[in-house]
């Protein structure tokens, strides 16, 4: 070990200002001793907030492939995304060196205003605000926008990253520390990092048309629903495909409509009123990977949410109300599941996704069926909609809703929305898309046991504002690679 006192300072030579006031780059001085191997820094919270103070630690491999750390320099550059727009941020950073003591600095990240040119995101109303001394597990989310690149806000209702795009990212997750949207202008993944650079990579597939709702994650890569031409028909909103990330190559794809037709003439039922090519039977809006038995749910607005073979295609399940038209094909009922008696049936549902216990979870918008044809039975609709939580077993062709979250059947988000769990706990941010009429997208924190942490609410016009939302773990980020 170093004597301290002979270690060289480390120091700063320059604090430049990034795309937008919630990014800057701190580049840090050193001469002799160690090459450091890790850089970490922490934003000091505004007084009076709860959320965590966003947290970040670089190896120093992560800052050298993108070019902010070259052997032999004495100069490293250090992005520092999450700042506070109009603020003198005081950033701690401390960088670590084998063989050396850590050094540590405390910096002054002097920002700009921001002002939303969309006049949304920097007003909340608190309907709630979030207390001191909860118990959510969050304290961070994104929210994905159809007038710009996601947002980030804290817990606290203050934005904490956004960068200047007229690009939509109505088609993206937050995956390997950097947001991968699907573009339709040019048909392309692209990759936006927090330092606020972007890379694009074509997609791999020619006969695709379009990116439509979500990105998710998959096996091997990312699940996108997508628009697809195939035999000269758009199949509209009936197309999965696993893409990867990093090329924009297709692994793998899903034709639902492929996938049920033959399914149900293998069981004597004729699909050609069911499956109809050209039209928006299906509606798919999200899709998980179940590691647990190699295979993928799927949702569909229109119809059901079901659990097909990763592999082979083939139907395992479907969970759906039975009082839809898709029930009177006798194929499709036989592998309905039975919801335990006081359970709601997901209608119109999005967000599929696995909780940390191993249950399915979706947004249940609650309105039925749009697109079927004429006198076929839309089902149920309901007044409100819901947060559901589903244990399944599949031997028995059973399920029972385990958890609900309605706040009093007060809230009524008839399309788009999303409800996803926190990547620590089991508290989940509840994305309410088009609350009343349309008019207001509400934004709201459940802890472990549903007891509402915040509760904010935004302007919108149909569901640009927020159309699906995640927590996003800015109070604890690793760069490793």
Known sequence: MADPAAV??????????????????VDLHFSGGEVPTTVHYRIEAKPGTVSRPVDVSYAIAS???????????????????GLYSNYANQVDVDVQSAGEPTQELRIEV??????????????????????????????????????????????????????PTAMPSFSSLFVGNRFVIGDNTPLQVRRLELDGTASV????????NDFHHNVDPGKVGLLAEVDATLNGVLNIESTLVEIDPNSGSVL???????????????????PASFVRPGADWFHMNA???????????????ENFIAKIDYASGSLIWILGDPAKYWHTFPSLAARSLTLAAGGLYPIGQHAVSITH???????????????QPAGAAPGESRNYSAVSAYSIDAGQQAATEVRR??????????????????????????????ADNGTHARLIGLDGSQAVAFDFEYPTSGCNTSWNARPIPFESMHFSE
Not at 357 to 371: H, K, M, R
Request: aromatic share 10%.
């Open 8 to 25: 060289a300072p480390l120091t700063v030579s320059a604090v430049r200002a990034g795309v937008s006031p919630f990014i800057a780059f």
């Open 63 to 81: 800052l050298q492939r993108r070019g902010y750390a070259a052997a032999g320099s004495s100069t490293i550059t250090v992005p520092v995304f």
């Open 110 to 163: 002097d920002t700009a205003a921001y002002t939303d040119p969309n006049g949304i995101y920097d007003r909340p109303v608190a309907l709630k605000a979030r207390a001191v001394g909860d118990a959510l597990s969050f304290d961070y989310f994104y929210m994905k926008s159809a007038l710009g690149s996601p947002v980030v806000v804290d817990t606290d209702g203050q934005i904490r990253w956004v960068v």
């Open 201 to 208: 990579a074509p997609l791999g597939a020619t006969d695709i």
């Open 252 to 270: 793998a794809r899903w034709d639902l409509g492929d996938i049920l037709s033959r399914y149900m003439q293998s069981q004597g039922d004729d």
């Open 287 to 301: 899709a998980t990977y179940d590691p647990s038995d190699d295979s993928l749910i799927v949702s569909s607005r």
């Open 357 to 371: 216990d191993g249950l399915v979870q979706v947004f249940d918008d609650g309105l039925g069926s749009v697109n």
């Open 405 to 434: 979250f309605d706040d009093n059947k007060s809230i009524y988000s008839s399309v788009c929305s999303s409800a996803y769990e926190a990547p620590a706990g089991a508290s989940v941010l509840v994305s309410y898309a088009v």
